[in-house]
C-alpha cells in the first residue's frame, strides 16, 4: 500500500499509475485541496512505475515510483 498526500491548488484532480511500458494500470480521484489517499498495490511486480497528478487532461505532476519486495 502506498499513501498519497497532496496539497492541491484544486480538488478533484486524478492520480494516474503507468507500467514502464506507459500503459495506464491504476486511476484513482483524488478530492479536496489538503488530504491523503492510500492506494493498494500489493499486487503490482517489483518495478519502477510513473505516476502522474492530471487536472483538467493537464500535468501538474509526473515522478516514478519504485516498487521492490
Do not use: P, W
Request: charged fraction near 25%.
Amino acid at each position: 500500500m502506498v499513501t498519497v498526500s497532496y496539497n492541491l491548488e484544486d480538488s478533484d484532480c486524478d492520480f494516474v499509475l503507468y507500467n514502464s511500458n506507459g500503459n495506464e494500470i491504476l486511476r484513482e480521484n483524488l478530492q479536496g485541496f489538503n488530504s491523503e489517499k492510500s492506494i493498494i498495490l500489493h499486487n503490482l511486480a517489483s518495478c519502477t512505475y510513473y505516476y502522474k497528478i492530471i487536472k483538467d487532461n493537464n500535468v501538474i505532476k509526473f515522478d516514478k515510483l519504485i516498487i521492490t519486495k
